[in-house]
């Protein structure tokens, strides 16, 4: 196996996941930068609260596109490679998290890169693997938005069904299971990019969204 391909494949996929879609949108949308606002990622779910719905649906289909996007490059630099398929997912993936167009300094003077929680791009690495996992997982990942109401929870479940979802197939059809390497990577970077969330999560003070914040926020009208 040529070593240029494997190195294209490893840079364009980061390149690619790395493009902050939700700070374009929110800049074409409002001016604004969506980095100073709400959790400051890049990804949907902030972008929802920065510039309303729409944008957010725009970032996230966007992000998605990222995950799709490393199975063609993956297609078309080293075809018939299924471990090149799912490392390409994977980077773009960790690059959707930890963009190079997203680096900031904290105040201990450490760099740090920063990006999404990784929902959409990993739902579009899945997707890029089987385009039908989209059937089982957005599905999914809608109820645990709507009826759970933690945006970092329904990122989690992204990642744990494309787990099962890979697995099963890996029994069942005699999928690839290289397939199931990428559901647990996915499910290790989310889970490092969520520790803020995690950490709220466990002390009751994460953010309540879809249904759930609804029936909260009017149920306590009455």
Do not use: C
């Not at 999404?116 to 039908?132: D, K, N, S, V």
């Not at 990942?141 to 744990?160: C, E, K, N, Q, W």
């Amino acid at each position: 196996m040529e070593l240029l391909p494997i190195f294209m494949m490893f840079v364009l996929s980061y390149f690619i996941g790395s493009i902050p879609w939700g700070w374009v949108v929110v800049k074409l949308f409002t001016g604004k930068d969506v980095r100073a606002m709400g959790s400051g990622r890049t990804g949907g779910t902030n972008v929802m609260r920065a510039a309303g719905f729409f944008a957010g649906l725009l970032t996230a289909g966007l992000d998605v596109g990222k995950g799709l996007a490393s199975g063609w490059i993956a297609d078309a630099l080293l075809p018939g490679n299924v471990w090149a398929k799912v490392l390409a997912a994977v980077i773009a993936l960790l690059a959707s998290t930890h963009s190079i167009f997203n680096i900031e300094r904290d105040e201990t003077g450490h760099i740090h890169l920063r990006g999404g929680a990784g929902g959409a791009t990993g739902l579009g690495g899945a997707m890029a693997l089987w385009p039908l996992s989209f059937l089982v997982i957005f599905p999914v990942a809608a109820l645990v938005f709507a009826f759970v109401g933690y945006a970092s929870v329904t990122t989690i479940s992204i990642a744990v069904v494309s787990v099962i979802l890979f697995a099963v197939r890996a029994i069942a059809v005699d999928a690839p299971w290289q397939y199931i390497v990428y559901g647990i990577l996915a499910l290790l970077i989310v889970l490092y990019a969520l520790r803020p969330n995690l950490k709220r999560l466990r002390e009751g003070t994460e953010r309540v969204v879809g249904l759930r914040a609804y029936y909260l926020k009017h149920g306590n009208q009455h």
